[in-house]
């Protein structure tokens, strides 16, 4: 018997409810749940694997629709991505912790997932269904490429007998009610059945919020809810019926393109979360300026923010600016469009806190005062010459970003990549006074194309204090 229905409806806002008279109905009759939030980042994938396994981001190591992880650009809305890949990586779990189908599994319970988005967030829904437990089906029948099911026994039992075509607006959600109605409950008996649509989140994507088409939309999903709900209470009268949504939407005047945050994420969010808890003093105010930092604030703009008034600062960072050079040997400049280059880039530097425009490049690396970039070598491999700072203390940052401007001009002009070795605090300390520059800071002029010679990698010049 099912005992609970969950339908997630992708991207329905509480507010869209009123919109639909089958949900306000049943709102009306059972408990509305004023308080039920989306996770941080308030993505589809991330809140997938967060409602299976009541697990925060970054405990499922699922910190975007797309992650970083080990070397691999994994699409989390692809089984074949999640499983071959992020599940390898990560010692045949996909997910850390035990989703709710596993659970039921150890109790001798069945979860069954059925979802019209994705067929990774269908996977994401019910992970143990790789090995056996439960089943995820992909209800995106039409085109069979894109049919999905585990474990193999339900693919192949539905694989023979899927539609070819179809009319109406989304027949895959009739489809996915077709089948719980004759095949799913009676035969593969779930305790727990998930649907997931994800026919409005395409809609409002493609459409935005609060226009025909959405609320078109909201209308046709409604009455498909109504018929589902009907069918699924004449087999089972006394299922539990929870209707959800993963995350809002929101009308944007302007956008800023996140793609670079999102994919700079460090192997997974796990890792990420320990890079930023483990900068000292970090609190809600440093990582808003940090996020602040990675779409386009200066070093200086954020500096107030990572050091509060009155607050003891202990953190050191690194600023860095640099310069993509064209050479044959370069790939092209990482743009936002190109999350590899962007995280080989990250993972270079040991900083997920990256902000590249065009040509520039800025990064803050948190940094011990002692230490100094892991891997600048990669950077300039990419094609950009770098100039850091001394390690500063966040009230330091505005010098400690021109410091590291210097250093980028004169790494330029020398065309010597990368620029300087940060000095040690103890160095720091012996030199009160500035040294005089060896020569005047280069031009930030386009006319570093192939250099007829270039210097050793490994050859750091002395940082300019001050
Ligand atoms: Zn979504």
Known sequence: MVSTLLVVVDGLRATDVRKMPFLTQLAHRGVSYRQARSVAPSLTRPAAASLASGAPPGVTGIPGNRLWADGHLIDTGRPDHLVELLRSLRGDRLLPVPALGEHLADHGHKLVAVGTGSNGCTLLLNPGAVDGHGAAIGARPFGHDAFYARPESVRRRLAGSLPQAADGPFPELDWATDLIVDYVIPELAPDVLVLWSGELDDVQHANGVDGPAGDDALSEIDRRLRRLIDRVREQTPHTDVIVTADHGFSNATH?????????????????????????PGTDTHSVGALVRLMLG????QVAPALAPAGRTSGEHWIVVHGRHILRRSTPAPPTGDDPAQLATLGTALGTPYLYIDGLSLRALIPSAPDTRPSAPAQAADLGWI?????????????????????ARQRAIAADTPPSCTPPTRSALMRSSRPPTPKSSPGPASPRWTRPAHRAPRSSWTPCEPG
């Not at 796990?270 to 483990?278: E, K, M, S």
């Not at 604030?297 to 200086?300: E, I, L, R, S, V």
């Not at 770098?386 to 210097?406: C, V």
Request: charged share 20%; glycine share 2%; net charge negative.
């Open 386 to 406: 770098l100039g850091f700072s001394a390690p500063a203390a966040a009230p330091d940052l505005p010098r400690a970003d021109r410091q590291a401007e210097r």
């Open 255 to 279: 956008t800023v393109d996140v793609a670079d945050i999102e994919s700079l994420i460090p192997p997974s969010l796990t890792d990420a979360v320990q890079l930023v808890d483990n900068a």
């Open 297 to 300: 604030a200066t070093p200086a």
